[in-house]
C-alpha cells in the first residue's frame, strides 16, 4: 500500500527545485532544495497563504492502521493490503 506522506513530497520538490535525483531524502541536505518558503519573510509567506489553493490528502483511520501494521511486523513483500482487512474483517 502507497502511503501518502512526507518522503514522496521531499523527493518530488526538491528535485523540481534542482536536487540531484540520488539525493536521499532523509539527510539534512535535502532541505536546501526544499525549505524555500522558511526562507520568505513574512508578509511574503502571508502573500503565498492567501493566493495559493490549498489541499490535504487524508487517510482512512483504518488503513492507516494495516499499514503501520504490515510495515512494522509483517514482511510486506508477500502480504497484501486486502489480505490482513479480510483477516480483520472475519474477526469481527
Not at 518558503?37 to 483504518?62: E, I, N, T
Not at 499499514?67 to 486486502?82: G, R
Not at 482487512?85 to 469481527?92: D, F, G, H
Request: glycine letters at 4%.
Amino acid at each position: 500500500m502507497n502511503q501518502v506522506a512526507c518522503t514522496g513530497w521531499k523527493q518530488v520538490l526538491s528535485q523540481a527545485n534542482g536536487a540531484p535525483s540520488h539525493l536521499d531524502v532523509h539527510s539534512r541536505r535535502v532541505y536546501r532544495y526544499v525549505d524555500l518558503f522558511g526562507k520568505l519573510s513574512p508578509v511574503a509567506k502571508q502573500r503565498v497563504l492567501d493566493s495559493y489553493f490549498k489541499f490535504v490528502f487524508v487517510r482512512h483511520p483504518f488503513e492507516r492502521l494495516v499499514s503501520a501494521y504490515l510495515d512494522k511486523f509483517i514482511d510486506t513483500q508477500y502480504v497484501s493490503y486486502f489480505s490482513v482487512e479480510q483477516s480483520a474483517l472475519r474477526v469481527q
